[in-house]
């Protein structure tokens, strides 16, 4: 039996960024994975989603435009936009192991523990000195009869031929961003959720103002609604749900996602977890001294994103190997839903400071601006949050959102306040980096 330094369980964004620094090292490592190396994001989650959302962006703005200097809107080939995405996406995996099979021993199969120091893949074991998992999240099963009908994101990313009507049951981003996709190549689309809002990870004026946009589009919502059963027809399938039957082609359970960690056994190794994965200390350091867990298959309160999770990835290495001693710092988060508008957000969000000391908040509309008129975008709402002068949060609506709170970004980071910020530095003008300048 073969003893590693270090035995990474994943080949995801954290344990990818991990396997690169360790590559550099002198450290024995193996890195275990079953299913496509690389993990969700650049196989079936983020990377093809942005791919895929470029020619659904230029639908939509084209057809916001209609009547505005467009006389014709543009239109998707589905057909042809998801070739040239499996094109580009499915040789990724293969690419990563080779990568990953350079500096490094790689297993294949799925890794459980036979006890604190040991995995078993494929019948064989390894024991680690330090033992990384990295194993992310997995869609939820929906548990209602006819569940095995119902299909995932990481079905809906390679679907080579485009339903007449999609069902998603479930309003978070991947829903939300998914149906904008769908709907904008020509499907029809229904969004049923059981809360009243969608997108409950953002501000919900900002999310009401997205989903008026969808409803404008043509796509309907069933909001206060539950799922009862999934049922198969000659052609299609109904969704039952206690408010109505939705007749369908296609149905899309993206009611959530869990962590990946029901095959690792990890009572073997006495690791703890709780419904929102490995639990962790502040080196993220399992239960088990030997075990640590980074990226979304740890509990934490902080957005599971693939930036987090790399940044986990960098701070674990510098820990372990490059005598860091600090715990676990994050620093200010920015998160999208490439939604069309889009929405964003980062820091500290206005109705968490409802009445506190120190704190202003301001609202602007942004369709005002000639960058945004001659988009034809009405949807641009702002909001900043600062404490005694220090811009501390941010979050928009608009059809660039995402890049304008990157934009604002590094002035909540690094706390700077508006006049040193002018004093700093001209924006160009006009463009998205000028409502920085313009609102602090």
């Known amino acids: 039996m ?19 620094l360790l590559a550099n090292t002198k450290r024995d490592v193996l890195v275990i994975d079953g299913g496509e190396f690389g993990g969700t994001c650049p196989n079936y989650g983020c990377e093809p989603k942005i791919f895929l959302e470029g020619a659904a962006r230029a639908v939509l703005q084209s057809q916001q435009l209609l009547g505005r200097g467009i006389s014709q809107a543009a239109t998707i080939d589905w057909s042809q936009l998801m070739q040239t995405k499996l094109d580009r996406f499915n040789p990724w995996p293969a ?3 080779e990568i990953i099979a350079k500096s490094h021993d790689v297993a294949d199969g799925y890794a459980k523990f036979v006890d604190s120091q040991t995995i078993e893949v494929n019948g064989k074991q390894y024991t680690g000195d330090r033992i990384i998992i990295a194993t992310g999240q997995h869609p939820n099963q929906l548990p209602v009869p006819g569940h095995e009908f119902t299909h ?19 309003a978070g ?4 961003e998914l149906a904008t996709i769908l709907g904008a190549a020509g499907a029809d689309i229904t969004i049923i959720d059981h809360s009243s809002r969608p997108l409950k990870a953002f501000p919900e004026d900002k999310a009401n103002i997205v989903k008026q946009a969808m409803e404008d589009r ?10 009862k059963q999934i049922d198969r027809q000659d052609e299609g399938f109904i969704v039952e749900t206690d408010h109505g039957e939705v007749p369908t082609d296609y149905v899309v359970n993206a009611s959530g996602r869990r962590p990946n960690i029901d095959q690792l056994n990890l009572a073997a190794a006495k690791i703890e977890t709780d419904r929102g994965g490995i639990v962790v200390d502040d080196h993220l350091q399992t239960t088990n001294p030997h075990v640590y867990a980074i990226g979304d298959v740890v509990s934490r309160p902080q957005p599971k994103l693939t930036p987090v999770a790399e940044f986990e990835g960098q701070y674990l290495f510098d820990y372990l190997e490059k005598g860091a001693t600090s715990s676990v710092e994050y620093p200010v988060i920015a998160t999208t839903a490439f939604t069309f508008p889009e929405i964003a957000e980062a820091g500290v969000r206005a109705s ?3 009445g506190k000391e120190g ?15 001659g988009q034809n975008d009405q949807s641009g709402k702002l909001t900043l949050v600062f404490h005694n002068e220090i811009l501390v949060g941010a979050n928009e609506v608009s059809d660039y ?4 709170i990157n934009n604002f970004l590094p002035v909540i980071g690094l706390k700077v306040t508006g006049k040193e910020y002018r004093r700093a530095l001209i924006a160009i003008y006009p463009a998205l980096a000028d409502k920085v300048g313009g609102s602090l």
Do not use: C, W
């Not at 981003?173 to 939300?176: A, G």
């Not at 704190?359 to 008129?373: G, P, R």
């Not at 959102?401 to 304008?404: E, F, N, S």
């Open 2 to 20: 073969k003893t590693y330094d270090y035995i990474l369980i994943g080949s995801g964004p954290a344990a990818y960024k991990m396997s690169n």
């Open 95 to 97: 690419q990563t192991r």
């Open 152 to 170: 995932t994101s990481t079905d809906v990313l390679s679907l080579t031929h485009l339903p007449q009507h999609v069902t998603f049951i479930g």
């Open 173 to 176: 981003y991947v829903s939300m």
């Open 218 to 227: 043509g796509i309907e919502f069933m909001l206060n609604t539950t799922v």
């Open 352 to 354: 968490d400071v409802v």
């Open 359 to 373: 704190y202003t908040v301001k609202n602007l509309d942004l369709h005002y601006a000639s960058l945004a008129a």
């Open 401 to 404: 959102a995402a890049d304008d």
